[in-house]
Structures are given as C-alpha cells and as structure tokens.
Antibody
Framework: QVQLQQWGAGLLKPSETLSLTCDVK????????WSWIRQTPGKGLEWIGE????????NYNPSLKSRLTISVDTSNNQFSLKLTSVTAADTAVYYC??????????????WGQGTLVTVSS | DIEMTQSPSSLSASVGDRVTITCRTS??????LAWYQQKPGKVPKLLIS???ILESGVPSRFSGSGSGIEFTLTISSLQPEDVATYYC?????????FGQGTKVEIK
C-alpha cells in the first residue's frame, strides 16, 4: 500500500521560498504522476502541478508557473515542491498525492497528510 | 483552460434524504471526472473516478453519473457520517482543476 509522508517549513516570511518534500513508501516513483495540491484556509482545493519521473513531463498550474518548481529524487523515492516569493495568499495546507493508475489522466487515489504553511511577517 | 462549476455551494438535508450535487465543465472532458469527500480536518478521499466508478470500500449509497460536460454525485440516503465537503475534479488534461466544493450538512 502506497503511503505518502510530507514535510517542510511551516512558517515563512513574505518573499521567502516555500519548500516541501514528499516521501513515498510502499512503491516506486516510476510510471506514475506525482502531484501537489493546496487548500487555502476555509477555501477549496487548488491543483498546483505534477511530475512524471520517467518521462520527465512536468505540468504546472498557469497561475503559479512563474514561481513554481516541482522536482523528483528517484534515488530517495521523493518528490519536492518549491514556490518562490511567497505572500500571505500562499498560506494554505499543501498536499502531495498520486494517481491510481500509471497514466497522466488519473484521479488522485493516494494523499499525504498535508502540511500547513503560513506566510506571515 | 476548462472552467468548472459545482453547485450548490452548500446544502442542508435530513437523514435519509436523496442528495444531488452537480459539476459542469465549459468543454467536454468525456468521463475524466472524479469526486472527493473531505471531512472537517481530514485529507480528501477519492469516492468516484471515471465519473461513475465507485472506489473500493465506498458505501453503495454514493453514485456518480454523467459524461461530457455535466456530472452528478448522488447520495441516495444521506447519513450523519456523510457530513463533509464534496469536490469534483477534472483530470483529462492539465490543469486538473477542482470544483469549488459543496458543503453537506444535516438539517
């Protein structure tokens, strides 16, 4: 059974870089798309982006693309998110997730526990 | 980008009621639509993929239907444990956008 465990700094100042890592247990990174999603306080879910470690295809939400980097570390079975120049609007719970089948067009079957990131001066 | 419209934003119904939530897209996504349930303080949970395929372990009172641009999630007999916010998501192509969510409460 795949398990995703994520971590990263929970408190940032404006203009700093948000950095989160998702560790994958119980399965390989290969073949699947690995995603990041966020949820602002009291609001809905926002798809951030995804990466496929084999094809190296990376897709970003256009609204975040200029500040966003998603990468993968296959040797450690991890993938990561970096978001630069954060503002209070980036305060959210961030989730990592994986699809149920090894294709791009997959629902998100497995989720990390979520990391609350607060941006405040 | 394809726009997603989910309605209603909230609803209140009695135990045993039939509840329907709708998700509409601005362009056809065939059946590449998922429904998620998020209970307060919890991680979203996949209920339905492929517009109508119930995930293993999900109670049969949940069902999904639709194709193209209009989709529905139905709870045939609302139970207290169904109190949650429900989200649709299109996953045919990026960005794999979520709907705005529907908060379901017990009257």
């Amino acid at each position: 059974q795949v398990q995703l465990q994520q971590w990263g700094a929970g408190l940032l100042k404006p203009s700093e870089t948000l950095s989160l890592t998702c560790d994958v247990k119980g399965g390989s990174l290969s073949g699947y798309y690995w995603s990041w999603i966020r949820q602002t306080p009291g609001k809905g879910l926002e798809w951030i982006g995804e990466i496929n470690p084999v094809s190296r295809v990376i897709n970003y939400n256009p609204s975040l693309k200029s500040r966003l980097t998603i990468s993968v570390d296959t040797s450690n079975n991890q993938f990561s998110l970096k978001l630069t120049s954060v503002t209070a609007a980036d305060t959210a719970v961030y989730y990592c997730a994986r699809g149920g089948v090894p294709v791009a067009w997959s629902s998100l079957n497995y989720w990390g526990q979520g990391t609350l990131v607060t941006v405040s001066s | 980008d394809i726009e997603m419209t989910q309605s209603p934003s909230s609803l209140s119904a009695s135990v045993g009621d039939r509840v329907t939530i709708t998700c509409r897209t601005s362009l056809s996504i065939n059946n590449y639509l998922a429904w998620y349930q998020q209970k307060p303080g919890k991680v979203p949970k996949l209920l339905i993929s492929g517009a109508s395929i119930l995930e293993s372990g999900v109670p049969s009172r949940f069902s999904g239907s639709g194709s193209g641009i209009e989709f529905t999630l139905t709870i045939s007999s609302l139970q207290p444990e169904d109190v949650a916010t429900y989200y649709c998501q299109k996953y045919n192509s990026p960005p794999r956008t979520f709907g705005q969510g529907t908060k379901v409460e017990i009257k």
